[in-house]
């Protein structure tokens, strides 16, 4: 994407305009196809990752993607149609109470 391509995205109320994940769309998108070659489909990656490693999922994104990190990469996961938790403030507090995380 060109300056002025960024430009006139950054005007465009229809859209997030934060110029960082804007200049993440092509990058990511170069990611999925990357990831596609290797294993077919961007999708098969997605759902044959372990379950048991969901959040080994969150930091393969993370670490691979552009502007991936914190809760974007479950959040995205959960917009594909992918089992996972967000840990939502709520969420985390909820597993505090119960021990299961300081």
Do not use: C
Request: glycine share 8%; proline share 4%.
């Amino acid at each position: 994407m060109g300056a002025e391509h960024l430009e006139r995205l950054m005007q465009d109320t229809r859209i997030i305009r934060h110029l960082g994940k804007l200049k993440s769309v092509p990058r990511n998108a170069q990611f999925m196809l990357d990831v596609a070659r290797e294993k077919g489909s961007f999708g098969a990656l997605i759902a044959d990752w372990p379950v048991t490693d969901i959040v080994g999922l969150w930091k393969y994104l993370a670490k691979q993607g552009n502007q991936m990190g914190g809760l974007s990469a479950p959040r995205f996961l959960r917009m594909v149609g992918k089992d996972t938790f967000v840990p939502s403030n709520d969420v985390v507090a909820a597993l505090v109470a119960q021990d299961v995380i300081d």
